[in-house]
Every structure is written in C-alpha cells, then in structure tokens.
C-alpha cells in the first residue's frame, strides 16, 4: 500500500518536473523497488525525447507548432511568482505543493465542507440543548414562585377559612339551637323557693 502512494507521487511529481516529495524520496532510500521506479520515471522523459524525431516526421511541423502557440496563449500567466515568495517559509511551500494538484483544492474544500456542516450541526444542537434547558429552568421558576406564593399567602388564607368555617359553625348551631327550641314543648322551670 505505502509503495502504491509513493510510485503514484512519484509519476505526479515527474509529470509535473518537479522533485518528488521528501517522504517519498526517504521511502526511495529505503525501498529498492521504488528506488528502481524512481529512476524509470527519471530516465522515461529523456527516452521519449529521444525517440522524438522519428515520431514527428510524419506530423507538420508548422501544424505543431501553431497548436503549441495556441495552447501557451490559452494559459493565464501568474500575476506573482509565489514560488520564490514561498521558498522563505518551508511549510507554506509545502502547502501550496499540496494545492498544485487539481484534485486536492477539491479534496480540501470537500473536507472544509464536511467540516462546516459538522460544527453547524454542533452549533445547532447545542442551540436545541439550551433551549431546552431555559424552558426547563423557566418551568422550575415558575413553581418555585407559585410555591413562594403559596408560603406567603399560606397563613392568610388559612385564617380566613377558618373565620368563615367557625361563622358557619355558630350559624349552624344558632339555627340547631332555633329549631330545637321550636320542636320541643317548654320545659317547667323548678321552683327554687
């Protein structure tokens, strides 16, 4: 698998004639197999090149060369060479390797957005979570304060029950007292002489 990666390094950087990342020319002196690769990779331009004349005889040459023009009018030139302004600062030189490729902006910005949406999912759920805790804590004073209330008004309110309760009772027992002394003949009052 790490021979993979580093010989599929390798054809970039020698597609790209540019030298190949540190660690996979630390893997190279190590490995003989990828060693031998780099050295294919290497010597591949210069035998093509090589063999060259004897593949363009049958193309024109003026042809050729206007397609080549058209091709390097097409290709927008660098407002900077961030190259010499990145060889001062080794990791930010490294960045911008990584972003040469065409498929790592997209990577990097696939893996931004898979990052995004996972602090929005964070965010969100921590909004649901306090939100859910002020409902809570908005419930829990609510009964605090009905309980306050009652603690507070406790003591009033049992008083006037009972003033009303005993007014009942010395109601009742007027009216008991009333219909008695109407149901019942007179009693002979005893001589106390």
């Known amino acids: ?6 010989r599929w390094l390798l054809s970039s950087a020698a597609d790209a004639r540019r030298a190949a990342p540190r660690a996979t020319q630390r893997h ?3 490995c003989a197999a990828c060693r031998a690769y780099a050295d294919l990779c290497a010597r591949l331009p210069h035998g093509l090149a090589a063999g060259a004349p004897a593949v363009a005889e049958g193309f024109d040459t003026f042809l050729l060369q206007h397609r080549i023009l058209a091709r390097t009018a097409l290709v927008p030139k660098p407002l900077w060479n961030w190259k010499r302004y990145v ?15 065409p498929w790592r902006p997209a990577l990097a910005s696939l893996s931004l957005a898979c990052l995004l949406f996972a602090a929005d999912e964070f965010i969100r759920q921590q909004a649901e979570r306090t939100q859910q805790r002020q409902t809570t804590f908005a419930a829990l004073q609510a009964v605090q304060l009905a309980y306050d209330h009652a603690l507070q008004q406790g003591p009033a309110v049992v008083a006037g029950l009972l003033d009303t309760a ?3 009772i010395a109601a009742d027992a007027a009216a008991a007292v009333d219909f008695l002394g109407a149901a019942l003949p007179p009693v002979a009052q005893p001589n106390r002489s």
Not at 1 to 6: E, G, L, R
Request: overall charge negative; glycine content about 4%; charged content about 10%.
């Open 1 to 6: 698998m790490s021979c993979a990666f580093h």
């Open 28 to 30: 190279c002196a190590a």
């Open 87 to 101: 060889s001062r600062f080794p990791v930010l030189g490294e960045v911008m390797e990584f972003f040469a490729h």
């Open 166 to 168: 005993a007014q009942h």
